[in-house]
């Protein structure tokens, strides 16, 4: 499985942005997929991370009620609508396919990351 991010970018604090992760190969929707970010000096934590069904999601508490993640196999892809963004959301994000390790992920596969940038 291959990964590819698209949607970073510059955005103020309190915007939005919806990040997308493009998969290759016919195993997309056998795996689950998440986000972890990266900051500046910081180890790499973890965000979000949806079931191959779509069905069951979980969040890092920190994202929880503005983040919202979901999937459509039918394009193998998969989202992250970041809602009321803080500075603080400033990071490499990384799309990751794998498996659920209860309540979050183990990822097998990494994309190559996205900036996201929140500043006034």
């Known amino acids: 499985v291959q990964l590819v991010e698209s949607g970073g970018g510059l955005v103020q604090p309190g915007g939005s942005l919806r990040l997308s992760c493009a998969a290759s190969?016919?195993?997309?929707?056998?795996?689950?997929m998440g986000w972890f970010r990266q900051a500046p000096g910081k180890e790499r934590e973890f965000v979000a991370r949806?079931?191959?069904?779509?069905?069951?999601?979980y969040y890092a508490d920190s994202v929880k009620g503005r983040f919202t993640i979901s999937r459509d196999n039918a394009k193998n892809t998969v989202f992250l609508q970041m809602n009321v963004l803080k500075p603080e959301d400033t990071a490499l994000y990384y799309c990751?396919?794998?498996?659920?390790?209860?309540?979050?992920?183990?990822?097998?596969?990494w994309g190559q990351g996205t900036q996201v940038t929140v500043s006034s």
């Open positions: 190969g016919r195993t997309f929707s056998s795996h689950a």
């Open positions: 949806i079931s191959w069904t779509g069905w069951n999601t």
């Open positions: 990751a396919a794998g498996e659920i390790v209860m309540p979050t992920m183990r990822p097998t596969y």
